[in-house]
């Protein structure tokens, strides 16, 4: 596995759609998406915004019917048929892992299309939880087609494993 960075940034391409943007690991820069609607210092629920943060991944998560685990320091389990993430701002469990069949609206971890395959939980938003300021900010697969993210940072297909591998616990991921 290569060694973990300390830090990597995600930066907007200048000039272009809002949610065209850079990945920079080290010496390596590569292409990446983001939301829909840019980046934003006020984040809020449903903006399709990425928030202007500095942020680490938590915890991650793999579609084991679909792929082996990446190698990465970061702790992973595998998506269960019954995770959810919880999206409502009044919700006590506002951001967080839910098991469904739950009763406030969330996202199915489950999804039928591949964005999930490989899924880093960041910690925007975790402590304290304020509500209505934006959840399930993750890092995962991009769209082939290169389309936005709701908020999150998407991975090409051809380049998760890379990105994986580069990331720990301890790696600041700057989205600016």
Known sequence: ???????????????????????????????????????????????GASPRATLRAVRGFWRRDKRLPPMTLVPLRPIRRG??????????????????????????????????????????????RRHGRGSAIFLHLAREEGGPTAGCIGIFRNRIDFVMARLSPQTRIVIG
């Open 1 to 47: 596995m290569l060694r973990p960075l300390s830090r990597l940034t995600v930066r907007a391409v200048p000039g272009g759609p809002r949610h065209i943007a850079r990945i920079t690991l080290g010496p390596v820069t590569l292409p990446c998406r983001i939301g829909r609607s840019g980046v934003t210092f006020r984040k809020v629920e449903g903006d």
């Open 83 to 128: 995770d959810g993430w919880c999206e409502v701002p009044g919700d006590r469990n506002y951001n967080r892992l839910v098991k469904k069949p739950y009763a406030a609206s969330h996202e199915d971890m489950m999804r039928a299309d591949d964005l999930y395959d490989v899924v880093l939980e960041l910690d925007w938003n975790r402590r304290p």
